[in-house]
């Protein structure tokens, strides 16, 4: 069964201070990984989408990379509205294309 | 384009009773999935449609069920409701619903059972 853990639960940061967040997985053949934010009361927002082992995508101060085991998402001088929930979430083998969802970080930046 | 929506944005109900949730997917895709989000267990899947046919299925009870029309928009249907089943309910379309497609999210309905 696919498995998707994040890390940390939450996150404060102050603005401009850069950090990470993690995304481990186990899954039987990946066929894409995708990184989600979303707002509170809304539906996750599309970010990112990741196939392979050393590939990375940029979009303004955020940036994801993919390992054989884990993803991350490295956000650059975050600003106050980046605050959101971060979710990750993988589509493995098999014939149900279903996604599996890790818990999501909280990730909250301070003016 | 237009994105997912999905009607109504809350519900309450009690229960027992059941309820009947809408999707109307983006223009062009075919493939409709819906999940379970609730504070506990994160996001869960619930069943994908496409083309009028179910074929995925989540660790969901019998009492949820859904169906897709000739149009592409599905609906989803909880009966004998339970406390348990508050929670936000998403749907999230793509194209062909294939290996490696980006699904899009609606805004969810918000269900509260009392």
């Known amino acids: 069964e696919d498995q998707v853990t994040q890390s940390p639960e939450a996150l404060r940061l102050q603005e401009g201070e850069s950090s990470s967040l993690n995304c481990s997985y186990t899954?039987?053949?990946?066929?894409?990984l995708f990184w989600y934010r979303q707002d509170p009361g809304k539906g996750p927002e599309f970010l990112f989408t990741?196939?392979?082992a050393g590939e990375e995508k940029e979009k303004e101060r955020l940036k994801a990379t993919l390992t054989k085991k884990e993803s991350f998402l490295h956000i650059t001088a975050p600003k106050p509205e980046d605050s959101a929930t971060y979710l990750c979430a993988v589509q493995g083998g098999g014939s149900n294309y279903k996604l599996t969802f890790g818990k999501g970080t909280l990730l909250t930046v301070n003016p | 384009k237009a994105g997912v929506t999905q009607t109504p944005r809350y519900l309450i109900k009690t229960r027992g009773q059941q309820v009947t949730l809408s999707c109307s997917p983006i223009s062009g895709h075919r493939s409709v999935s819906w999940y379970q989000q609730t504070p506990g267990q994160g996001l869960q899947f619930l069943f994908e449609?496409?083309?009028?046919?179910?074929?995925n299925k989540g660790n969901f009870p019998g009492r949820f069920s859904g169906r897709q029309f000739s149009n592409s928009r599905s609906e989803m249907n909880v009966s004998t409701l339970e406390l348990g089943d508050s929670a936000l309910y998403l749907c999230?379309?793509?194209?062909?619903?294939?290996?490696?497609?980006?699904?899009?999210f609606g805004p969810g309905t918000r269900l509260l059972v009392l």
């Open positions: 990741l196939y392979s």
């Open positions: 899954v039987s053949g990946l066929r894409g």
């Open positions: 999230a379309s793509s194209p062909t619903g294939g290996a490696g497609e980006t699904q899009y």
């Open positions: 449609y496409f083309s009028e046919t179910q074929r």
